[in-house]
């Protein structure tokens, strides 16, 4: 038996609350897809059952320890989590005749894995309700999993989500999504291997599934804080909190079990004010007080506290005193931040003097396993006063390659730096080895000697890093050091496809936008009309100046298209989604052009490919 399902070594809260009411766990905890490739295999976290070795911070081995634990939990009766088969949970609420399904995790394979140990022990109950606590994929992707698109269209399951889910839910990632995908891969340390010296989790949860990710789209869109909702007997009420986690959000009571479900906006970490892939800043300060309306509004009608990661809290008390701590947590990082910023200090400056809670507040819950007080407060110094410290020597400094190379010629040579680091790498200075080396690498990629010392020293970090997501920024930076470059060669990808679908034709298009090479486009003048028979809406496309320009409806002005294009919108999805090209399209007539060709041939021949070697330790 996996030591997944051992108690954990410790008498703490926290351990006891990580298995209380384990009903069963599926033996082995790995998915596979209908081709039989492993998405999902939580068993690869067995080592997390020794004692913690050098190799890694034992707060955040413990840490991981707590959320590889799976199986279906108990919550209170009626009401169920399937943890450990995802990075979030799936919690199940069982109505008059089935279950409504919260959060259906990334990947339809693990919703389904999931939902089957639950009917497991529960019986065949039928899915009758879908709700959506937040606009982010780990909560929604696995819906097809779980229910069928055909039925819920025709009406038979109500899917429910907070006001603008599906703009957010789509959105997010698209237009900066190579980008982001690439750091991602860092983040969550997809290129490392489980164990000891690899990757051990992140603190909110151990990985994240690579399943099919799917999307069906709200039927019921809660609008207002307050809103109550029945569904299958089963009632719900409502607190939007956008702003917060994910800018679509919403908590909700179940009053007749007493059970709150608080989405991403508690847990058992302090979150991410700025996520290390990339987002959008996130409102430390609003995310205060929504937790503060969100023990206003609850706190005194529940008994037991349900997060979409992690573990329950049990009693009234308790619930109460985590979600006051959790708010404290972000209201002491936005305030504090703000003041020393006021005081003159840079964002740099203040990760430096904010280096730890008050001593009253040192639970572990607020321990800096996925956010940290150093990274989140210099993301809410970036909220206010952007990129600029207001030091005019970094105004307008060298790009890092050319400011390396001339680092390095100041510092006597590549050699030298390089020898004189391993000095300051014996010394334990690792910080600033780091640094040192970083110029000999751009300015010297290929530089053998501190390409090893670089790894070693990234190495070092990441064992010591309290942080998941810092320890796997260190060891994927060693990783990348440690490879050739067409080793490293990784598509970034571009639109999700599954995706593709659920976006509007503006953000379609918007996402060439973005790939446009505007200092080669700045040559051309295209002006392209789009009628889209099914749904039916009629498009504009501007090439000028080195910009494209999507318009709703008409141009503006009597200029005559170069071409009109004729498509339905399921034809134009194809294309995007690399089903088909445009011209195997328009050679199947499922595209029909009217007038100039070339024009469509210009554009698309301007539009770039995101890169597919995206290296982040290297230039």
Excluded at 287 to 295: G, H, K, N, Q, V
Excluded at 433 to 452: I, Y
Excluded at 479 to 502: C, D, F, K
Aim: charged share 20%; glycine share 10%.
């Amino acid at each position: 038996m996996s030591s997944n399902s051992e108690p954990i070594r410790d008498d703490s809260a926290e351990a006891r609350d990580a298995v209380r009411g384990r009903l069963g766990r599926a033996e082995p905890t790995i998915v596979r897809n209908a081709d039989g490739r492993v998405v999902w295999d939580n068993e690869r976290w067995s080592f997390l059952g020794q004692e913690c070795p050098e190799t890694a911070n034992p707060s955040l081995w413990r840490q991981s320890r707590l959320n590889a634990v799976d199986g279906l939990f108990e919550v209170v009766p009626g009401v169920y989590q399937v943890r450990g088969f995802d990075v979030s949970n799936m919690t199940l609420v069982e109505g008059q005749r089935g279950v409504v399904v919260v959060d259906p995790l990334i990947s339809e394979e693990c919703a389904a894995a999931g939902l089957a140990l639950y009917r497991a022990h529960r019986g065949e109950r039928p899915v009758t309700g879908v709700v959506y606590t937040h606009s982010h994929t780990d909560h929604f992707g696995g819906v097809g999993g779980v229910v069928d698109a055909a039925e819920v269209a025709a009406g038979g399951i109500p899917v429910i989500a907070p006001a603008g889910f599906m703009e957010h839910a789509v959105s997010e990632n698209v237009v900066a999504g190579p980008a982001m995908l690439a750091r991602a891969r860092y983040m969550y340390g997809r290129h490392l291997a489980a164990g000891p010296e690899g990757a051990i989790g992140f603190g909110l949860g151990q990985a994240t599934s690579t399943g099919r990710v799917g999307l069906i789209a709200p039927t019921e869109v809660v609008e207002r804080t307050g809103a109550e909702l029945v569904v299958d007997g089963v009632r719900m009420v409502f607190q939007l909190t956008p702003g917060t986690e994910a800018p679509s959000e919403m908590n909700f009571l179940l009053p007749d079990p007493r059970v709150l479900l608080v989405a991403e906006n508690a847990s058992h970490t302090l979150h991410n004010v700025l996520t290390l892939r990339g987002a959008e800043v996130r409102d430390a300060r609003a995310w205060a007080d929504y937790l503060t309306e969100t023990l206003q509004l609850f706190a005194d009608r529940a008994e037991v506290l349900v997060g979409s990661h992690h573990w329950p809290t049990w009693g009234r008390a308790e619930l109460t005193r985590f979600l006051s701590e959790q708010r404290d947590a972000y209201a002491y990082l936005h305030d504090q931040t703000v003041r020393l910023m006021n005081r003159g200090l840079t964002g740099a400056e203040i990760a430096e003097e904010l280096r730890e809670f008050p001593p009253s507040l040192a639970a572990r819950h607020v321990g800096g396993y996925y956010g940290s007080l150093s990274h989140n407060s210099k993301a809410v110094y970036q909220r206010y006063m952007g990129w600029f410290d207001g030091n005019p020597a970094h105004l307008w400094q060298l790009p890092p390659a050319e400011a390396a190379q001339r680092y390095v010629d100041f510092m006597g040579g590549a050699d030298r730096v390089v020898a004189k680091a391993g000095d300051s790498f014996e010394a334990g200075d690792l910080r600033w080895v780091a640094e040192v080396l970083g110029h000999v690498l751009f300015a010297e990629p290929d530089h053998a000697g501190a390409r090893r010392l670089q790894a070693a020293t990234f190495e070092r970090l990441g064992y010591g890093s309290e942080n998941g997501t810092w320890r796997n920024f260190y060891l994927s930076g060693a990783w990348e050091l440690r490879r050739p470059a067409e080793e490293r060669r990784t598509t970034t990808g571009g639109v999700n496809q599954a995706m593709v679908p659920a976006l509007s034709t503006r953000q379609l298009f918007q996402t060439w936008a973005v790939r446009l090479d505007g200092p080669a486009a700045a040559a051309h003048r295209v002006l392209l009309r789009w009628e889209f028979t099914e749904p039916v809406e009629v498009w504009t496309l501007l090439l000028a100046n080195g910009v494209l320009t999507p318009m709703r409806g008409e141009a503006v002005g009597a200029e005559r298209p170069d071409a009109v294009l004729r498509l339905d919108r399921a034809a134009f999805d194809r294309v995007l989604s690399g089903g088909t090209t445009f011209p195997d399209a328009i050679a199947a007539g499922e595209v029909t052009v009217e007038g100039d060709t070339a024009a469509l041939t210009t554009l698309l021949g301007l539009l770039e490919d995101p890169a597919r070697a995206f290296p982040i330790a290297l230039p």
